[in-house]
């Protein structure tokens, strides 16, 4: 029972800082009325708070070499709510860009020891924990619009941060009071050589940071695109294609923690390399869908498989890394791929703006990506792909 306190601590902690991240995007045109900045100042802003979660994660890794991983992640919920309460009382835009980058920084830090102690709570169902604690930080996109609706209407954009600082400080005392009544594991007590560990388990790292940062760009361009390409792209109406934006979150929810259950269940690489075949298929098809039920189907689809990607990534990655080696790893490649993934936008920005149509601009990433995919599918067949973790096995012991 108190580990499952703790991991329900760290679910409603992982919502928190995945809500940091994307309340920006809903807010921006209340800020841009308060503060009158210009869509490339918010567009900063936002870019900011991932960009400060990318930062903070090879110094998280350090840390955890040193320090537990549930301190860190008390730490991290520290760091969230006065960076939340900063921005609250942001002044100006110069403010407000470091308010989103210390919420950013928080977020990472988080990500990096938080992961790695959910898979160590439950190391007989690693892709199951993953799954729910992935889905309450997916639950974070889907409510995000929703809650700053509501926050409107009751006062301007400034009790979103207070809200979300509030909260942030009663999960931090709820989880510092879960990990006092826990059993926490002791799996991590050897992790103590950040860059051994990368060197020891590079194939391990490498194969996750070609995925997800492959798949990670493609889906960064297309998701913060959406909106904008349904509408100049299908001819919807801007109402429709947000809806649809939500829609493409909320399918991603099950997927969460059906395909987590499943990555317990059957082999980790052929199940990543389906994933990804299933991201090329459907962003292929929503550069040929016409009409509006297509679309909607194909927007279904396209949330459910991309979001399938997390959980069966790292139950392949924090399974298959040894417990003295674990939390080092994963720290390089969850930063490493952040860094791969985060230019999709511009690239997609920058292409349109030359005069690309976007059904073009995402066939020649789909075209990309199927390259990509045939390539490590014969990595795969030759044996040169780690095949992680056998099943049975208890992480750290194979």
Not at 35 to 50: K, Q, R
Not at 66 to 72: K, S
Request: glycine share 12%.
């Amino acid at each position: 029972m108190s580990r499952r306190r703790l991991f329900g601590s760290l679910c409603s902690m992982v919502f928190l800082v995945n809500l940091g991240r994307v309340v920006f995007a809903p807010l921006i045109e209340p800020l841009a009325a308060d503060f009158a900045a210009t869509p490339a100042e918010l567009g900063a802003v936002a870019t900011l708070a991932w960009l400060g979660s990318a930062v903070s994660r090879i110094p998280t890794g350090y840390a955890l070499t040193r320090v537990p991983r549930h301190v860190v992640v008390l730490a991290s919920g520290t760091g969230l709510t006065v960076a939340a309460l900063f921005t609250a009382f942001a002044p100006s835009v110069p403010v407000l860009m470091v308010g989103a980058s210390l919420i950013g920084l928080a977020a990472g830090g988080y990500f990096v020891a938080g992961n790695p102690l959910v898979s160590e709570l439950f190391p007989e169902g690693v892709g199951r924990a993953l799954g729910v604690h992935g889905m309450a930080a997916g639950l974070a996109a889907v409510a995000a619009p929703l809650a700053v609706g509501a926050v409107l209407v009751l006062a301007d954009w400034r009790l979103a941060f207070l809200g979300l600082a509030v909260l942030g400080a009663l999960v931090t005392l709820y989880t510092l009071y879960a990990t006092r009544g826990a059993d926490l594991p002791d799996a991590g007590a050897s992790d103590r050589h950040l860059f051994r560990a990368v060197r020891a388990q590079w194939p391990i790292v490498l194969t996750g940071v070609v995925v997800v940062g492959t798949v990670g760009f493609v889906w960064n361009g297309l998701f913060n695109f959406y909106v904008s390409y349904l509408v100049a792209g299908k001819g919807l109406p801007p109402g429709t294609a947000r809806t649809l934006l939500t829609l493409v979150f909320a399918a991603g929810l099950p997927a969460f923690l059906l395909t987590g259950r499943l990555a317990d269940r059957v082999p980790n690489v052929p199940l990543v390399l389906v994933v990804v075949g299933g991201f090329v298929v459907t962003v292929y098809a929503l550069t040929l869908a016409t009409g509006l039920l297509t679309i909607v189907v194909v927007s279904v689809l396209l949330g459910y498989v991309v979001h399938s990607m997390f959980p069966v990534v790292d139950t392949y990655l924090l399974t298959s890394l040894p417990d003295h080696h674990r939390a080092s790893a994963y720290t390089f490649y969850s930063a490493a791929m952040m860094v791969a993934q985060a230019p999709g936008s511009l690239a997609v920005g920058s292409l349109v703006g030359r005069g690309l149509a976007y059904d073009a601009v995402f066939a020649w990433f789909a075209g990309g990506l199927a390259v990509v995919l045939v390539g490590l599918v014969g990595l795969h067949l030759t044996g040169h792909i780690p095949a992680g973790r056998v099943r049975g096995t208890p992480a750290g012991e194979y």
